[in-house]
């Protein structure tokens, strides 16, 4: 390959994808929570009154819907400063549209304190790494055991 030969206006250029942390997103998990990225929670708290998030779907789009309000009138929960929403339904609704979970919403502004989201079905989600747990020596309850263990040296 000759490099003075190359045609550089046949090239086209190759988007990077959107990072997670500079968008608005929010991921439905198979637990039934709604998580919130940090930029989204940053949108949230941006307004002092809005202390609440409704949250809204419509099957018949895949859109999600989030609301922040700042009062509850019972169909919203409490603005999660940590970012994850318990909302044990959302997990039905999203199965019954034939969602899988987890599901990346991708989120825009609305106005009105509202961000609007399509379900982005190529998105992967990261594995999780196991728990490990640590493996103890079991307790010796019996002192008897105790004492032959320090004699037999």
């Known amino acids: 390959m000759n490099i003075d030969s190359v045609d550089f206006q046949s090239f086209q250029v190759v988007q990077p994808n959107a990072s997670r942390y500079s968008s608005l997103s929010v991921s439905a998990m198979a637990d039934g929570t709604l998580r919130l990225n940090s930029k989204t929670i940053l949108y949230a708290f941006s307004n002092d009154k809005n202390h609440f998030v409704r949250v809204l779907f419509s099957a018949k789009q895949r859109l999600i819907c989030l609301e922040f309000l700042p009062d509850n ?5 409490k603005t999660p400063r940590g970012g994850t929403v318990s909302i044990r339904a959302l997990k039905d609704v999203l199965e019954q549209a034939q969602i899988s979970l987890p599901a990346f919403f991708p989120l825009k ?3 009105e304190g509202r961000l609007v989201g399509e379900c982005d079905p190529n998105h992967h989600f990261l594995p999780q790494s196991p728990v490990s747990k640590r493996v103890r020596k079991a307790r010796k309850t019996d002192l008897a ?6 004699n037999s040296q």
């Open 73 to 77: 009138d019972g169909s919203a929960s």
């Open 109 to 111: 502004e609305a106005g």
């Open 145 to 150: 055991a105790m004492l032959s263990v320090g």
